[in-house]
């Protein structure tokens, strides 16, 4: 998850505050909460590391791959094999 995170920072085709968009918000939320979620499960606190992980799943696979999905964004051309112009900022 945190390879994924950090290789987000290099996907810069929608841009809204300089080379970044809100997207990449999640990349900072999961560079606070994988090593909370780690640390919940070095303490042996099963309840929080699910409750941190789930979160994570949610918020950065799930949210993230429905935002990489809309029309205009590169992930959308590949799987319905339309063909758009993504410019980099």
């Known amino acids: 998850m945190a390879l994924v995170a950090l290789s987000l920072l290099f996907v810069n085709t929608t841009c809204a505050f300089g080379p970044f968009s809100a997207i990449h918000l999640l990349t900072l939320l999961t560079a606070v909460f994988l090593p909370v979620g780690v640390l919940a499960a070095r303490r042996h606190d099963v309840s929080s590391h699910?409750?941190?992980?789930?979160?994570?799943?949610?918020?950065?696979?799930?949210i993230a791959g429905a935002f990489a999905f809309l029309p205009g964004r590169i992930m959308h051309d590949v799987a319905f094999g339309t063909a758009s112009k993504h410019p980099r900022c």
Request: net charge positive.
């Open 50 to 62: 699910a409750r941190v992980m789930t979160m994570l799943y949610v918020s950065a696979l799930l």
